[in-house]
């Protein structure tokens, strides 16, 4: 079984400003994967990022940067110069590689003022 | 291409009715899932099918839920005598996942189906 802890329930900042969404797993896999999704106020899960547990690798994709550091578990997302159209809530989900569901967290409702 | 389609995208239902909802995967995925999001459970997977493997049901919140996939395509998730609870949006998502694979697809969601149980 897995958890998700997004501790951040809602974060505002003003456009430009760089903005990181925490996130905390437990899991008992030695595999797994994880991801980010996002979902704007139309309602559809938007896929952001993904990562395996053998690469702590940390890369970068556009504005999107994301911080995965297996010995605490964490797997951060950070938005650089952030733009009103990234408001939105961000989820953040470790997969069970045995039955391939995700496991969401309780989400990170992200405001960007112009 | 297209991507996960959903029908209805909105369903109002009386208490005790059965409801049936609709996915059309993104065409040549073989893995396809059921994810509910209710504002007191949050996102929570319900059953997913791989192909023409057994689907694993192991979310499936109660005997009155079920889901079919037909001909390694459509899936219908039937509600049988909906109540006040089952009220949520249902999503459905669908990757290229090859069974029995150790690969990782992304799951690709389509818009959902909000359910209103009066």
């Known amino acids: 079984a897995q958890k998700v802890t997004q501790a951040q329930t809602e974060i505002s900042v003003v456009e430009k400003e760089d903005v990181t969404l925490d996130c905390v797993y437990e899991t008992r896999d030695t595999t797994y994967y994880l991801f980010w999704y996002k979902q704007p106020p139309s309602g559809e899960l938007v896929f952001l990022i993904r990562r395996n547990s053998f690469d702590e690798q940390n890369e970068i994709s556009g504005r999107y940067s994301w911080n995965f550091q297996k010995s605490t578990s964490s797997f951060n997302f950070t938005i650089t110069a952030s733009q009103v159209v990234d408001s939105a809530v961000y989820f953040c989900a470790p997969m069970d590689t045995g039955r391939r569901a995700l496991t969401f967290g309780s989400g990170t409702r992200l405001q960007v003022q112009p | 291409g297209a991507g996960v389609s959903q029908s209805p995208s909105n369903k109002v239902t009386e208490k005790g009715k059965d409801v049936e909802l609709r996915c059309d995967p993104i065409s040549g995925h073989t893995a396809l899932y059921w994810y509910r999001q209710s504002l007191g459970q949050g996102l929570e997977f319900l059953i997913y099918?791989?192909?023409?493997?057994?689907?694993?049901k192991s979310g499936l919140p109660s005997d009155r839920f079920s889901a079919e996939r037909t001909g390694g395509s459509v899936s219908t998730l039937t509600i049988q005598r909906t109540q006040q609870e089952d009220s949520a949006v249902y999503l459905c998502a669908s990757s290229s996942t090859p069974p029995g694979g150790l690969t990782w697809e992304t799951q690709y969601f389509g818009p959902g189906t909000r359910l209103l149980v009066l």
């Open positions: 099918f791989q192909g023409n493997s057994a689907p694993d």
